[in-house]
């Protein structure tokens, strides 16, 4: 790296440009988007650099709110409560909640997005064998699908699927991956006997899906959504106040299973 742009050259960027006076944000003067974007649209810009509209930014949108929240019991949630009440600023609260997201709470939607690809690539005939490969690898447990809690239907997965459907019959996508995640729910609650409904990660996964997204934009999106959440109960608990409360309140103990 040499030569006059060796500063300007460290960093490149296709998202933002400016000077004084000017912002332009993916090609976009900053002016002409305050006011005629929703705040859905410019995330969908800003990450993607295209422009979403119609059923397509419809669908974005209502994943982004079906995920906001899920309650304190939530370890996002509660690690951001707890954090609240020792004296640290809400910010740093709401990184708290958001450092709680991985593989196991907020990264099910990635691989549920994963999971449908590979089975859109294998064709209807391949389902079983994609879903017992993947399985086979990653463990029992089929990402997007029961719930400890909503039994035995996860309220946010119609409605969610329900619009994908009025997409579709609008020819906004494609409906396939909606159709391959009640074939994964039907093909679970055909092997164990019960219904194993899809829940909030594989509803808003076959959206995310539908629309294109690389799988791990998934869990990025997710965690904007949950950031929401976070945001609001950090806020709650520092009104209430309280003081280093942790995850019980303090009459109950541990289980000490040392020697």
Known sequence: MSGTNDVSDWWRTSIIDMEPGRISLRGHAVQDL???????????????????S?????????????????????????AARMAA????????????????????HGGAGEQAVELYRRIDGAGHDGLVATLDAW??????????????????????????LALVGEAAGQGAVSGRFAEIGRAIESRLAEERGKPVPMNID?????????LGCP?????????????????????????????NKGPTPPGYRWTYDGG
Not at 69 to 74: E, L, R, T, Y
Not at 85 to 104: F, P
Not at 215 to 242: D, N
Request: proline letters at 6%; aromatic letters at 8%; one cysteine or more.
């Open 34 to 52: 305050i006011g005629t974007t929703g705040f859905a649209e410019m995330i969908w810009l800003m990450v993607t650099g295209d422009r979403i």
């Open 85 to 104: 009440t020792c004296g640290i600023g809400l910010q740093s609260a709401m990184a708290t909640g958001l450092n709680m997201l991985g593989d196991v």
């Open 215 to 243: 799988a791990p934009l998934a869990r990025g999106f997710f965690g904007l959504s949950r950031s929401v959440g976070i945001l609001a109960h950090a806020w709650e608990q520092t009104e209430q106040g309280g003081r």
């Open 135 to 160: 399985r086979q690898h990653h463990g029992k447990f089929v990402p997007g699908f029961g719930h400890r809690f909503h039994k035995p239907v996860d309220p946010r997965a119609p409605r969610l």
């Open 54 to 78: 119609g059923p397509r930014a419809k669908l974005f949108e209502a994943a982004l709110v079906a995920a906001v929240d899920h309650g304190p019991q939530a370890p996002s949630i509660a």
């Open 202 to 210: 594989g509803a808003t996964a076959v959206i995310y899906a539908e």
